[in-house]
């Protein structure tokens, strides 16, 4: 049985907005409110994966240093690219694209940012991805960390639940969940640890 720790980034220089593929630094409280998830988990991850954004792989190289363990940095578990919505908070959102944030937040199914991604493509690279970790790290520990919309992704990949439900997490930021996975099943363990 694979076991996957999952740790969503700290809070972000800036405020709460959509980054999506934006690349904002850390707050010196979001990077001790990894690090302090990371002190628990020490010891028992084999191996991290980061998504390549900086806020993800920054603190994510460092622990693997540490730990003298190994840290693969992957594309396919960055945050979805928001398009025209990147860097924006909710209500600029609002005012330019009436009506599509608050359908986005009850249902995304079948929706894209404009020039963005899609949350049906999202879910194709996650779920390839998640395959293949299911299949080639079996009774491993890992920790993963990457992006709330990522996360969230693979949180209802494992549960087999619809796109919507992913509108239905709470996923703060440093949120550490945990999966167990095979090539069969999946389960989420916990979920919003502190």
């Not at 594309?75 to 979805?80: F, K, L, T, V, Y």
């Not at 790290?137 to 960390?145: A, E, G, I, M, T």
Request: proline fraction near 6%; glycine fraction near 6%; include cysteine.
């Amino acid at each position: 049985m694979l076991t996957v720790d999952l740790l969503r980034h700290g809070a972000l220089a800036g405020g709460i907005k959509y980054r999506g593929q934006t690349d904002d630094p850390l707050t010196i409280q979001g990077r001790a409110d990894m690090d302090a998830v990371w002190q628990k988990l020490a010891g028992d991850v084999d191996l991290i994966i980061t998504s390549p954004l900086s806020r993800c792989a920054e603190p994510a190289t460092a622990w693997a240093k540490q730990a003298r363990i190994p840290c693969i940095i992957e594309p396919r578990i960055a945050e979805m690219h928001y398009g025209a919505w990147e860097g924006k908070t909710s209500e600029a959102i609002s005012s330019a694209f009436p009506g599509m944030l608050e359908q986005w937040r009850r249902d995304p199914t079948g929706m894209r940012p404009p020039d963005g991604e899609s949350v049906d493509e999202l879910r194709q690279r996650v779920h390839a991805w998640l395959m293949e970790i299911s299949t080639n790290y079996q009774d491993k520990q890992l920790l993963v960390v990457s992006h709330s919309g990522t996360l969230r992704m693979l949180i209802a990949l494992a549960l087999r639940a619809p796109i919507a439900s992913t509108r239905h997490m709470d996923m703060p930021y440093a949120c550490w969940s945990r999966l167990y996975c095979d090539e069969q099943s999946s389960r989420l363990a916990f979920h919003q640890r502190t």
